[in-house]
């Protein structure tokens, strides 16, 4: 067998289409352009370049991006009068602080100082109990992302077994939720999981959200499974050849060893061209909705 391909690249497209013509809407018919304020602590070079993306793909949408950038040396005090500050802003209706932080900064005080209507990462503790209960929240973007694929290949997911590799807040946990509101039998496995190869195979849907380049072989995924790889991982390809300054090549690998797992899988999304791309379209979406709820 060999999976079919989830194209997550041509699905983001889609999503931020309607993401735009949604924005174009809220502007002709109530007078509303959605603000999506990011702040960026310090000089990670993947955050940058995250954060850059963001604010590209908000203002091709239509909507206000609200960059802010500060020192790597900035006091939480300042940090916090900050978002004091875009809360109280009509022109902001999304808040995302990319993480992480700096050490010295306390991410949860942070994140729980965004007023919870324009968490559009759904982290706030607030949205993560209303998630878990079953409420109207805002949801973290990468399981939403995920959600919307696994929802557009399989329709139903009631009845189905569900196993989540990974139990970060960001990913794993909400993701289990998203999965358990939809009525499949979820399963959380992490590094302490007894026989957890065993424990993938009886999964109709395999979640990978662990961060370890390529740790699910082949020979954990179910026949026919429908397999989601949340990793991002930059490893050495050697069978790249060396870059100019005798260094050897980066590529991107997922959390899944691809070639073994699609020969096994029903379906499964590539890395990179998958989750990534449906990460920010969900965080475009998010703050739609957010302006929208603002609105009401
Ligand atoms: N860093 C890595 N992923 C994310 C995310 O989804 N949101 C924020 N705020 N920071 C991140």
Redesign the pocket.
Known sequence: MTAQIIDGKAFAATVREKVAAHVARLKEVHGITPGLAVVLVGEDPA?QV?VRNKGKQTVECGMNSYEHKLSAETSEEDLLALIERLNADPEVHGI?????LPDHLDSDLVINSIDPAKDV?G?HISNVGLLGTGQKSMV???PLGCLMMLRDHLGSLSGLNAVVVGRSN?VGKPMAQLLLRDSCTVTIAHSRTKEIEALCRTADILVAAVGRPEMIKGDWVKPGATVIDVGINRVEAPEKGLRDDGSVKMKLVGDVEFDSAAAVAGAITPVPGGVGPM?IAC?LANTVTAACRAND
Do not use: A, E
């Open positions: 955050s995250y995302l602080v990319q993480l992480p990462d982290f973290p973007c990468t960001i990460t965080l």
